[in-house]
Structure formats: C-alpha cells, structure tokens
C-alpha cells in the first residue's frame, strides 16, 4: 500500500510539473485543514492472578479540523506548526480477557473517555521552486508528539477501574500536492505515513486486591509502520 501511495504520487509529479501560474512566492501562511485518520491499537496488561487484559482501541476521526502555520527559509523550502489534536472525548473500545483462570471472552465497554493532545512539526522540501508554477510538488519530513489519555470506567460491578497514558513521537514522511488557486489562496493535499512510532506507556489499575506500587505499570514501545491511516487536506492564505 505505501509503495503504491509512493509511485503515484511519483506519476502525479511527473504529468503536472510543468503546468504554470504567475503565483509570486511568500514568507508566511496559515492553513486550516481536515484530517482524517484511522488509528488502531493494541496493548496488554497483567491482571493478579497471572491474566491478561488486552485493550483494543479504534479510533476513526473523518471530520477533523486543525490549523497550520507555515514560513519559508532562505533556500525555497517550508517549516510547518500544526495543532493536531486537542480534544477530549469518548472513543468505540472493547476487553478482551483471556488467561489461566479466565475463559477468553471479548467485553464491549462503554464508558471510556479519552483526551488527545498533539503537535506536529514539518520540514518540507520542494521540488519546483519556481514562482510560475500553479501545481507544486513537494514532501515533508517531520515529527509529531502527543499525549493521549484513556480512562476505563466500571461499567459492572466486577470491573476495575483502569487507565492507560501515551507520552510518544511518531516520526512522518509526507507526499505532498500544492495547487495554487490565486496569488494568495491555495490548495494543500498530502498523505503523511507513519514510519516510527515511540511512546512511554503507563497502565493504572484501582485493584483493591493490589498493593499500591503493584497497581502502576510502565514500559517503553517502539514500532514501526504502525496502524495510522491518514490523509489531509487544507486550504492556505498567503500573508
């Protein structure tokens, strides 16, 4: 999949180029964009009579709205801010338990309320840097940081109240597809896929039966090509 995202992109370079537009060139802009996204994930904690808790969340945004500030350098090329995601919310998450002393059974919950905070940086190169050109190819290389935080709530009696934080960097490539409307609106297309993935991880779990040291679990994970989907489009004024 990601190859063929890459040689279309490549195809789509290659036919439009050429295509031109008196579009004098700028220091700064702002964009708005909508990002739509798939992200799906899974991860495991240790219950206290040797179980495991598999948490498995998927969460699908399609209408997503966030902002962008984009400056040019010395040499044609872009820096971008971007305010990912700022929200808090419910998400669709379901258990599945599984173990030695537990039957595997998948458990739908409900209340799970989820708070997301991430910020984006982006170095994007042109390929064209030409100030005549209306369709404009370029790729971006960048970094996003987030924080994501997901709480369990009971939902029946023998059920534990648990949470799970994300303090994390996804590293991004991002094919890119400029198309200039007028001297200072535009129209920004992109796909960013995640090529690594760090994030510290904390579990809590308000086990009576536990000591308070033993209810906190920590670990590191690192992965590559995760389960992001992703694509964005924005629409930008030049200041």
Request: hydrophobic share 35%; glycine share 6%; with cysteine.
């Amino acid at each position: 999949m990601k190859k063929f995202i890459f040689s279309l992109f490549s195809i789509v370079v290659f036919l439009f180029v050429q295509a031109q537009n008196t579009t004098p060139g700028y220091k700064y802009a702002i964009k708005a964009y909508n990002l739509t996204s798939f992200y799906s994930g899974n991860t495991t904690s240790n219950l206290s009579d040797s179980s495991d808790m598999n948490f498995t969340t998927n969460d699908l945004k399609i209408l997503h709205p966030t902002l962008a500030f984009q400056w040019q350098n010395t040499k044609g090329n872009y820096h971008e801010l971007e305010l990912t995601s700022f929200e808090l919310g419910k998400l669709s998450n379901q258990d599945e338990l599984s173990g030695s002393s537990i039957t595997a059974n998948t458990i739908p919950r409900s209340s799970v309320i989820a708070t997301n905070i991430a910020f984006r940086y982006e170095y994007i190169l042109n390929f064209n840097k030409a100030e005549t050109h209306k369709l404009v190819p370029s790729i971006g290389f960048g970094g996003s940081t987030y924080y994501r935080l997901y709480k369990y709530q009971a939902k029946y009696s023998w059920e534990i109240p648990s949470s799970q934080q994300f303090i994390g960097l996804g590293i991004f490539a991002t094919p890119r597809i400029t198309y200039n409307f007028s001297s200072r609106m535009f129209l920004d297309v992109n796909i960013p896929v995640c090529v690594f993935d760090f994030n510290y991880l904390t579990n809590h779990q308000d086990n009576p039966f536990l000591e308070l040291s033993e209810r906190t679990t920590s670990e590191f994970n690192i992965e590559l090509f995760p389960k992001i989907l992703s694509g964005r489009v924005g629409i930008g004024l030049k200041l």
